[in-house]
């Protein structure tokens, strides 16, 4: 299918101009000596805290970017095809509440509620990548570890993970490899990509600077997921925004494919705006969904794989509000040809989960694919002959046709819990899509188990994590 294009090529080339020019002439700022050494011998030019990038040598590490690569699940069955753009959907990461199931009520993420949160989401057709919420009952200097130890428990499906912190980064990658038998085995079929954050404006800070590192030296998907606000950390213009969180992402990408050429890199833009009235950052519509359409379009520019917010909303409820935000934010990007939208399963600007959320956000995402899937135009889906067939015969409908049972069970988008009764069939029990989405989510959470890790793997996981804690006790 072609792409929608928001942007037109001439003001793409103006955002590329925009992009060196800050790279060029106002560099990036960095603490980390390691980084800043690291830069230096690649042939960048360092002027003591300050990575500046020639022009050049921003074109050599973006053609050596990798247009495609593949992340998997740990059991072999999911595979993601990055570079197909096919916009899979995966679940937010980061959000410190969650709505309790049972009483409806916001509380604090706890590590039972990520656990229960990732077999709801292993459980759901749509959903492809999985995320954490953010337990706050855990040991802080190891939350990445334990949060990806509970993931590789609870799902076979691939994961995306965002290191906060580079010191827990080997502890992340141990609990990864000990799932898939090895580290060399994770090398060959990724169960995860890792995703660090530069911080906005122009800055890699020490832990995205060393964690930018460590992941490209294990040979695994990096991410870079700059996160600017509009008017506050970034310009107070979309496009300003956007050609300024482009620097950072490429900054990153050229630094990763000079260290190793080829690396397998993913441009993860997400540019946020403030409500200034309040102060609140927002990740609502439209403008989270026109910078992520954008952004994306950068990303076809260069011909890298992308991630952008898609599913994200302001409204603190499952309402009408969370599902026209949440299908802007998502079928924009989605028609302008990104390959994977983030944020399901999230109220509240990406700070509140929720299992109905994350069930329509999954419906959402299966009317998605349905749109990408495109359509064939030749003489079976034209139907020309079976029209002239069904006038001519007078019969008057094609209820009966062969062509229509060839087709009735392929063409149409089936949902799972939309309803599509007559209005007197709905009113025997009058349930919202919400009440549906509650009782789905109360019976995958009472019976659905994902393939658990053999015991061998099981052992050396718990290992894993019980070194990060120890570190740093």
């Known amino acids: 299918m072609k792409f929608f294009q928001y942007l037109e090529q001439e003001q793409l080339d103006k955002i590329h101009e925009a992009t060196l020019e800050l790279l060029e002439n106002t560099g990036i700022y960095a603490t980390s000596e390691r980084f800043l050494k690291t830069c230096a011998g690649v042939g960048l030019k360092v002027e003591g805290d300050r990575v500046f990038f020639p022009r050049d040598l921003v074109a050599k590490g973006l053609a050596a970017a990798p247009s495609k690569f593949s992340t998997w699940g740990r059991d072999g069955k999911y595979e993601i095809q990055w570079g197909a753009r096919k916009a899979y959907n995966h679940t937010c990461v980061g959000t410190p509440f969650i709505l309790d199931v049972e009483t409806g009520q916001k509380r604090d993420v706890l590590l039972k509620d990520l656990e229960d949160f ?3 989401a292993d459980a759901l057709p749509a959903t492809d990548i999985v995320s954490c919420i953010f337990p706050t009952d855990i040991p802080q ?7 990806t130890a509970a993931m590789v428990k609870n799902t076979t499906k691939p994961l995306r993970i965002c290191i906060e912190s580079a010191h827990e980064t080997q502890f992340i990658i141990d609990v990864l490899s000990a799932a898939v038998g090895g580290l060399e085995n994770l090398q060959k079929k990724p169960i995860a990509y890792l995703e660090i954050s530069s911080v906005s404006p122009l ?28 008017g506050a950390t970034g310009p107070m213009t979309l496009i300003g925004s956007v050609a300024m969180h ?15 050429p080829g690396a397998p890199v993913i ?3 997400r540019v946020t705006f403030m409500e200034m009235g309040s102060g609140l950052g927002l990740w609502a519509a439209p403008e989270m969904g026109l910078a992520a359409i954008a952004s994306a379009q950068m990303a076809l520019y260069y011909d890298i794989p992308c991630t952008v917010t898609g ?11 969370s599902a026209f935000e949440a299908m802007f934010n998502t079928l924009l990007p989605a028609l302008g040809g990104v390959d994977v939208l983030g944020a399901s399963g999230s109220l509240d600007n990406a700070l509140i989960s929720s299992y109905e959320k994350l069930i329509m956000d999954d419906e959402i995402s299966s009317m998605i694919h349905r749109v990408l899937r495109g359509e064939t135009v030749d003489e079976e889906t034209l139907a020309v002959s079976v029209t002239d067939d069904i006038c001519k015969s007078g019969k008057g409908n094609f209820l009966g046709h062969k062509h229509t049972f060839k087709h009735v069970r392929t063409e149409l988008w089936q949902p799972v819990l939309s309803d599509r009764k007559s209005y007197g069939a709905w009113a025997q029990d009058a349930l919202s899509f919400e009440d549906r989405a509650k009782a789905l989510a109360k019976q995958l959470l ?10 061998g793997a099981l052992a050396q996981v718990e290992a894993a994590v019980e070194a990060a804690i120890k570190a740093g006790e």
Do not use: F, W
Not at 212 to 226: M, R
Not at 246 to 260: F, P, R, T
Not at 314 to 320: I, R, T, V, Y
């Open 118 to 120: 990732v077999r709801v």
């Open 141 to 147: 200097h190891a939350v990445v570890t334990v949060q």
């Open 203 to 230: 800055s890699y800070a020490e832990g995205p600077g060393n964690g930018l590192l460590d992941v490209v030296e294990a040979g695994l998907p990096l991410g870079i997921i700059p996160c600017p606000m509009m």
């Open 246 to 260: 482009n620097a950072e992402i490429v900054a990153g990408i050229v630094v990763a494919e000079l260290v190793k």
């Open 267 to 269: 441009m993860s833009p």
């Open 311 to 321: 599913y994200s909303c302001a409204s603190k409820l499952n309402d009408q509000q």
């Open 446 to 455: 009472a019976e659905h188990r994902p393939e658990p890790l053999a015991p």
